[in-house]
C-alpha cells in the first residue's frame, strides 16, 4: 500500500493548482486525510484535513482558497488550491489514513510534490 502526490508545478501568483493523493494497492477506502506542506527551512505544517465524516478544517493561512475532498470510489484524494501566493511556495505532502487489509487503519504518507508560486 502506497500513496503518491501529483499535480505540483510552477504557477504564478493568483493561479490555481489541484493536487492529487492516490492511493495505491488493497485498499478498500480512505478515511481521513491531511494535506501538510514544508517551505525551505520551515516545519511540515498541516494546512487541510478532512475527517471520515467529511468534516474540513483549514489552516488560516489558506481558508477560502484551498479546498480538500476525497474520493473513495478512486481511493483518491484533493486538495484545490486557488489565489495562489508566493508564500504558498512548498513541497507538499498528503497523509492518508486508509482501510487496508491491516487492522487498524493506519497513516501512510506520500513522497511530496513541489509547488512554486511566481510572482
Known amino acids: 500500500v502506497q500513496v503518491a502526490e501529483s499535480g505540483g508545478g510552477l504557477v504564478h501568483v493568483g493561479g490555481s493548482l489541484r493536487l492529487s493523493c492516490a492511493a495505491s494497492?488493497?485498499?478498500?477506502?480512505?478515511?481521513?486525510m491531511g494535506w501538510y506542506r514544508q517551505a525551505p527551512g520551515k516545519e511540515r505544517v498541516l494546512v487541510a484535513h478532512?475527517?471520515?465524516?467529511?468534516?474540513?478544517n483549514y489552516a488560516d493561512a489558506v481558508k477560502g482558497r484551498f479546498t480538500i475532498s476525497v474520493d473513495n470510489d478512486k481511493n483518491t484524494g484533493y486538495l484545490q488550491m486557488n489565489s495562489l501566493k508566493p508564500e504558498d511556495t512548498a513541497v507538499y505532502y498528503c497523509?492518508?489514513?486508509?482501510?487496508?487489509?491491516?487492522?487498524?487503519?493506519?497513516?501512510?504518507w506520500g513522497q511530496g510534490t513541489q509547488v512554486t508560486v511566481s510572482a
Open positions: 494497492g488493497t485498499v478498500f477506502g480512505i478515511n481521513a
Open positions: 497523509n492518508a489514513n486508509l482501510l487496508t487489509t491491516v487492522f487498524p487503519s493506519n497513516d501512510y
Open positions: 478532512i475527517s471520515d465524516g467529511g468534516t474540513t
